[in-house]
């Protein structure tokens, strides 16, 4: 067995606003990782064009979400942080995976399903080839560790299949089996207005998300307005069960204050709703509101979020090069 060396690789699409989901289950343990590892933290900004995106938001969209993963700690020294579209070989690698990966393996991917809707028909052949994109950005590092939510943990498989099938079929040990890590405090954020969503960009209530961006006043009103049922909070973490939205409650609670849920029923189980809710609204306003000036800030800094990114993507290339550029030879193309 070759043995890789520990890499760290992850990504998000710059399409709307971070939210608290994102934060809590993503962002948060992204800040750890790069204390330990070798971590490489991409805007994917040529996935988000699977689905139409209009230019001018989707270059705001990307420098948001820039500012984002800078606002909540992501170290630009540290870590590399770049988009995806500035680094060809993500595109390049993605062709030759297209010519690894199978219809069939394809045709299992159950988000296509989902975002494709009614009319597959109509759906773009990018949204279809998504995963080997995902596959690539992955495997131009030779990354082993990649954090995802459990939504991604499909395309991480299908990411895993490409690799072995490779090296298969060329007979060589290149790529690693990239490991998912289904980590965070929180990987389940649900909507504050009904708990069996999960926390999203795309809900149209606004109400349902906290917002990276969002001031002291509107995070405290989305947690005072936030659905709930008519009973005490239980004592007992069990009592949490078939109550989506005071078991989302109670874990927001938690994870904003590194407690675990059945510490936060020792404090306000057996009482109502109001008191959880106003504890949580001053400690998330206390943890959220200053990521969400610095965001602004940094939004307001366009020339040194494009220098973060180009500074970011000439690192990426200075990994993903060589990699790609065996790949070529492995093919059998030619080099020069
Ligand atoms: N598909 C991921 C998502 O929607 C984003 C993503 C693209 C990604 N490429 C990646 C995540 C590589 C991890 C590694 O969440």
């Known amino acids: 067995m070759t043995l890789f060396s520990p890499r760290v ?31 490489i933290y991409c805007v994917v900004d ?6 139409w995106q209009d230019p001018k938001a989707l270059r705001q969209a990307i420098r948001d979400v820039t500012a984002s993963y800078l606002a909540c700690g992501v170290d630009p020294k540290r870590s590399i942080i770049f988009n995806q579209s500035q680094v060809p070989e993500h595109a390049e690698l993605a062709w030759v995976f ?13 988000q296509f399903k989902d975002k494709a809707g009614k009319d597959k ?67 389940r954020v649900m909507s504050l207005r009904d708990g069996t969503k999960k926390m999203s960009k795309s809900d149209p ?13 509107d995070i405290a009103k989305k947690i005072r307005k936030a ?17 989506p939205e005071a078991e989302n409650l109670v874990g927001i609670y938690a994870a904003l204050s590194s ?36 965001t602004k800030r940094l939004q307001s800094e366009q020339t040194y979020v494009d220098s973060v990114l180009a500074e970011g993507a000439a690192r990426a290339r200075a990994i993903a090069g060589p990699i790609v550029r065996d790949v070529r030879e492995i093919v059998g193309f030619i080099v020069s």
């Open 46 to 51: 040529m996935h988000a064009i699977t689905l």
């Open 98 to 110: 297209n010519c690894v990966a199978r219809l069939g393996w394809l045709n299992r991917m159950t």
């Open 9 to 39: 690789f992850s990504g998000m699409q710059p399409t709307g606003n971070l939210h608290l989901g994102n934060y809590l289950g993503a962002m948060l343990n992204w800040v750890k990782m790069q204390e330990t590892n070798e971590c």
């Open 259 to 294: 407690k675990t849920a059945q510490e936060v029923l020792n404090e306000f189980g057996g009482g109502q709703f109001s008191g959880l809710k106003n504890a949580l609204a001053d400690l998330a306003v206390e943890k959220l509101a200053p990521i969400a000036d610095e």
């Open 121 to 187: 028909e109509a759906a773009s052949v990018g949204l279809y080839v998504y995963p080997n994109l995902m596959a690539a950005d992955i495997l131009a590092y030779k990354a082993t560790h990649v954090p995802v939510g459990d939504d991604q943990k499909q395309h991480l498989e299908l990411a895993r299949d490409i690799a072995a099938k490779f090296n298969n079929d060329y007979e060589v040990e290149f790529f690693p089996q990239p490991e998912p890590m289904i980590t965070g405090p929180a990987t």
């Open 205 to 217: 209530s606004d109400l349902s998300r906290i917002n990276l961006t969002d001031s002291a006043d």
């Open 227 to 243: 659905k709930t049922d008519m009973d005490a909070l239980p004592s007992e973490t069990a009592g949490l069960k078939a109550r």
